[in-house]
């Protein structure tokens, strides 16, 4: 309760005391705070809480409800502010909440707010004044010796030569803004990743001196190279994966990609790829690739695996050696350029692709392995000339000539849904069963054998889906025929 002064007469609730005029009431002591029922005081009556060494100041009392105010310190009020660098004390009752680089401070009611530009990584490269680090190398170093790390790189151009550690991560403010100009080594192992730079050099971008085993990401970047290869990557052996996404290359005469002989893993998606012809994307190993475009050429070397669906080549795939793979559903606009070369001593499987070629041969090469054409659309008036077997069914707009020596017209023939096969006629007619047979079909029929007896003029008719009928005008003629059909559409 609270403790009265002597020769003094309070209570601490009811009516004012109206005994004494010009008289400034001693403090009220007690071991809570006042509350809004503390009525029937002085304004301006002070009251001591024991409990917690706050002093209390009466600023109000109307409809019966009392409105006290903190006026003292106490153990719990805050008498300074420290920072790391320095302890701010109140003048006149006030401490500053400053902004610093690349923050705002900002002050409503009872509310500060902070606004912060830098994201939240210690590593930030920019302009002077304006972040931790003025080099992107700085910033690098400082997380690598902190053991990796998001470097976070502002708008602006910076050349230099950098060298990547495991572990970290570059990322721009914006692709079109940050530019970074120079040619980068990978480390001997580990991860790196960069997104949303713009690359410039007049060679290379990623070089790998040594023998790698890097995880190189590369994601919603651009890629700038006047003549050579964005990843000037001889060295990668076959533990190294190189992962590009959304990316665009806008140089003039870029190869892209180039490992030769050390079967680094290449994974490609929604990417502009490679600039002019002057350079060849080559790779040895595993090359999976889907929704991108090739400006360049693109050359598979010794056992190489690639997998392809849904891209664009505006310049020659070759497929080499023992290489095996399929594309699918791609668009081959290679113009005068042959479109695809087929040298592998393997399978491999071209489907549902589109061909628009003007030169004069669209698929060639020396290769003894099966390529299967599935479903495949030929645009131009070209050849197919130089692979020993080419099977499977086409498309072809224009002329098809089969002009290499010892090419041939492969058809397969033998059970009823094919458009190749032989029959015999008995007493001047035959039904052949076919499954595959619509009305507007057209079979051309030769006789097999020598010395052939009771030949006629044969007709047809057809019985779509079902079989077609060959008639002799001779009623004797027993011989035997070949026939080949032909869709027309």
């Known amino acids: 309760m609270a403790r009265k002064s002597k020769g003094q007469q309070q209570t601490l609730s009811g009516s004012p005391i109206g005994n004494f005029t010009n008289f400034s009431p001693k403090p009220i002591q007690a071991s809570r705070s006042p509350t809004a029922a503390d009525t029937g005081f002085e304004i301006g009556q002070l009251w001591v809480d024991l409990s917690t060494d706050l002093i209390y100041g009466l600023a109000s009392s109307a409809g019966g409800n009392a409105v006290w105010t903190i006026?003292?310190?106490?153990?719990?009020?805050?008498?300074?502010?420290?920072?790391?660098?320095?302890?701010?004390?109140?003048a006149g009752g006030i401490i500053t909440i400053a902004g610093g680089t690349g923050v705002t401070t900002s002050a409503s009611g009872s509310t500060i707010t902070v606004d912060g530009g830098i994201p939240i990584t210690p590593y930030v490269v920019g302009p002077v004044s304006t972040a931790g680090f003025t080099t992107i190398q700085a910033g690098i170093?400082?997380?690598?010796?902190?053991?990796?790390?998001?470097?976070?790189?502002?708008?602006?151009?910076?050349t230099e030569d950098l060298t990547l550690f495991d572990g970290i991560t570059l990322h721009g403010e914006s692709k079109e803004e940050v530019i970074v100009q120079g040619t980068h080594v990978l480390p001997l192992s580990g991860n790196v990743s960069c997104r949303r730079i713009k690359f410039e050099d007049a060679s290379a971008i990623f070089s790998a001196p040594m023998s790698s085993s890097i995880h190189l990401i590369t994601e919603d970047c651009e890629f700038d190279v006047t003549n050579g290869h964005t990843f000037d990557v001889a060295n990668l052996n076959v533990a190294a994966i190189v992962e590009v996404r959304s990316c665009s290359s806008v140089g003039a005469n870029d190869g892209f990609f180039t490992n030769p002989t050390n079967e680094a893993t290449l994974f490609i998606d929604s990417s502009r790829v490679g600039g002019g012809n002057g350079n060849t994307l080559t790779f040895s190993r595993f090359f999976t690739v889907s929704n991108s475009t090739f400006i360049c050429p693109v050359q598979g070397i010794d056992s190489a695996v690639f997998e392809v669906r849904n891209c664009t080549f505006e310049d020659n795939f070759t497929a080499d050696i023992d290489c095996i793979g399929n594309i699918t559903l791609s668009f081959f606009n290679t113009g005068a350029v042959?479109?695809?070369?087929?040298?592998?001593?393997?399978?491999?499987?071209i489907s549902e692709c589109v061909f628009s070629c003007a030169a004069a041969t669209c698929i060639g090469g020396t290769g003894t392995g099966f390529l299967t054409l599935s479903t495949c659309s030929f645009l131009n008036s070209t050849i197919i000339s130089g692979p020993t077997n080419v099977i499977g069914g086409q498309t072809k707009t224009g002329d098809v000539e089969l002009a290499f020596p010892g090419s041939k017209l492969i058809v397969k023939g033998g059970a009823v849904t094919d458009f190749i096969g032989n029959t015999t006629l008995v007493a001047g007619s035959s039904v052949v069963s076919n499954t595959s047979i619509s009305a507007d079909d057209r079979i051309f029929f030769t006789y097999l054998g020598s010395g052939l007896s009771n030949t006629g003029q044969l007709s047809y008719t057809i019985s779509a889906g079902v079989s077609f009928t060959v008639e002799s005008t001779d009623g004797a003629d027993a011989n035997l025929l070949s026939y080949f059909i032909v869709r027309a559409f």
Not at 71 to 90: E, F, H, K, R, Y
Not at 148 to 158: E, F, M, R
Not at 343 to 348: D, E, G, K, Q, T
């Open 71 to 90: 006026l003292g310190p106490g153990d719990s009020d805050v008498d300074a502010i420290a920072s790391d660098s320095g302890t701010a004390n109140p």
């Open 141 to 158: 170093n400082a997380a690598n010796a902190s053991g990796g790390g998001l470097v976070y790189i502002q708008n602006d151009t910076y």
């Open 338 to 349: 042959q479109a695809f070369t087929m040298n592998s001593s393997m399978a491999l499987e």
